[in-house]
């Protein structure tokens, strides 16, 4: 599902994104900073060429542990330039500092008392480079740029989550409706690809929903019966929406998406009406969602995310634009925007 654009009335910088690889950088941002003692080395690692678990490879061999037992938050880009923490419970950490292999960096070395887990970063900042915009792409995207600013940016997943013409998302819905598709036996063996699938279909709902109310211009307005969600993740049910519309353009309340399953906070009244047209479009029900167990319990997704810092600027002839964004978010989604053009960067995955 296209989430149409929310900043349609502002032109786009065409232009070609990440020519190389170095045209993608990623720090992630983390929750928190290694105290400096504990049994696990935290490693600040520059990577390039690489995906994340092959970093953790390379990293788990040095160190002479499993691969399993190297930590990190996040997935980042295998074809970009990115700076992310790894953890690793050694003694000595003397083998792996100042550490240096193809496309790998070790670039600083702490030490904390847990093992870095999955989740645990705050966001990412980015910094993209595009080439071939006009003449005036740094005026065009410092608008697109200050309009999502102020109206938060879709928390849409990019197009990568759903698969190659959207084959992941589909397996996803067959899986639940009992529809024959010719990945269903391999789904069944493989809980990583059954996980994988569920996931993209439920995402691909999420998106329908959004989709729905950016069309309606209510993406970033308090209905009655919404599932009203904090930064923190608490939520609650919209009862009164003139008095809870005023936290929202503060940020402090973002409408809050369904991810389909039978332990989500259930929307009501207006917003229900939503949510069960986008089950109808799709020919599903939510009872559907307990054929997937465990993988299908639902949850709530916000609408919208805050921009953070972002700035433009033109070097040798080519657009650079840094922004930030919290975890679990798409930098695709803001380059769409400020491009006016489908953007599917390769790995750029939300954590």
Known sequence: MQVPFVTAALPGTGGLLRAQPEDFAVEEIP??????????????VEKRGLTTADAARILAK???????????????????????????CLRDAEKLRDFEAPGLKVLRVSRHANKLKTGHLRGNRFALVVRGAGDDAVFRARAVLEALAKSGVPNAY????????????????????GAPHPDRAR????????RLALSAFQSQLFNAL??????????????????????????????????????????ELSVAGPMFGPKMLA?????????LAVLAEAGVDEALFEKGGELTQGARRALRIPLGEHGVE?????LHITFALP??????????EVMKADVALEGDTED
């Open 31 to 44: 929750a928190y900073e290694p105290v400096g003692s504990g049994e696990h080395v935290y490693l600040w």
């Open 62 to 88: 040095q160190g002479g542990l499993r691969d399993r037992d190297v930590g990190y938050a996040g997935l980042k880009d295998k074809r970009a330039v990115t700076r992310q923490y790894f953890s690793l």
């Open 158 to 177: 990019g197009p990568q989550r759903f698969g190659r013409d959207n084959a992941t998302a589909t397996l996803g819905q067959a899986l639940l409706t």
């Open 187 to 194: 789904a069944d063996r493989d809980r990583y690809l059954r």
């Open 210 to 251: 959004l989709a729905r109310r950016v069309r309606d211009s209510s993406w970033t307005t308090s209905l009655r019966g919404d599932v009203l969600q904090k930064p923190t993740g608490a939520s609650f049910v919209c009862e009164d929406p003139g008095a809870d519309q005023p936290r929202l353009d503060r940020f």
């Open 267 to 275: 929307a009501q009244h207006d917003a229900r009406a939503h949510e």
């Open 314 to 318: 033109l070097r040798d002839g080519a």
């Open 327 to 336: 975890r679990g978010s798409y930098a695709s989604v803001v380059m769409a």
